[in-house]
């Protein structure tokens, strides 16, 4: 079957301006997962989702970003007055059960805050 | 406080040479779980295995082997005749139990192999 698809591929923002970026996930797969990458570095967690609830947001570096699932399939990640430090490659992964499951990983997002 | 770390940021290995990747982990979780990943050039992280705490069987999967001891808090990768094709990044992950370390994974900062043909 289909694995995790993100888009866009790649986004190139001005500083200041919002961007959503989506995440579709394997069907059915219960958890989902949000990590920024930053260049060189490991993928560090942002938030997770147990189908629609957002189980633990403790790793949204502020509150301009925003992550949703509300149908507990689709997530998006909203980032709000983008900086340059947001520059970075955002990964989404799903899990077919709630703890401890294997996670796999879409092809992740690379964010350019000019 | 959970911790991966690999302490091997670069190695260049000649093709067919063997080639073990170092982890260690901390956490105080009593049921946790250990990953690695492999991200090529490509950059999508590809997941190569999973090992629960409980279960310290050492596994082979072709070229690729692994020895989980919990004595040491290690998980170190090893890759037997190792071929160009395995030049990558590859990352060691920790996942502990709800109870204390919430639902993160931890990622390790990588090691990133380049086999010379």
């Known amino acids: 079957g289909a694995g995790v698809s993100q888009s866009p591929r790649y986004k190139v923002a001005k500083r200041g301006q919002d961007v959503a970026l989506r995440c579709d996930p394997i069907?059915?797969?219960?958890?989902l997962f949000w990590y920024q990458q930053a260049l060189g570095q490991g993928p560090e967690f942002l938030t997770y989702?147990?189908?629609?609830?957002?189980?633990?947001k403790s790793g949204l570096p502020s509150d301009r970003f925003f992550a949703e699932r509300p149908e507990g399939s689709v997530s998006t990640l909203k980032i709000q007055r983008t900086q340059q430090e947001d520059s970075a490659v955002y990964l989404c992964?799903?899990?077919?059960?709630?703890?401890?499951?294997?996670?796999?990983f879409g092809p992740g997002t690379r964010l350019l805050v000019l | 406080a959970q911790k991966v770390t690999q302490a091997q940021t670069e190695i260049s290995v000649v093709e067919k040479e063997d080639v073990t990747l170092d982890c260690v982990y901390e956490?105080?979780?009593?049921?946790?779980?250990l990953f690695w990943y492999k991200q090529p050039p490509s950059g999508e992280l590809v997941f190569l295995i999973r090992?629960?705490?409980?279960?310290?069987q050492n596994e082979i999967s072709g070229r690729y082997s692994w020895n989980f001891q919990k004595s040491t808090s290690s998980f170190n990768f090893t890759i037997t005749a190792s071929q160009v094709v395995d030049s990558a990044v590859y990352f060691c992950?920790?996942?502990?139990?709800?109870?204390?370390?919430?639902?993160?994974?931890?990622f390790g900062a990588g090691t990133r192999l380049f086999v010379k043909a």
């Open positions: 992964a799903s899990s077919p059960i709630p703890l401890g499951g294997t996670q796999y």
């Open positions: 069907s059915g797969h219960v958890s």
């Open positions: 989702f147990q189908n629609e609830a957002q189980l633990d």
């Open positions: 956490t105080r979780d009593t049921t946790y779980y």
């Open positions: 090992r629960n705490s409980f279960d310290e």
């Open positions: 992950a920790l996942r502990g139990g709800s109870n204390t370390g919430g639902f993160k994974t931890i």
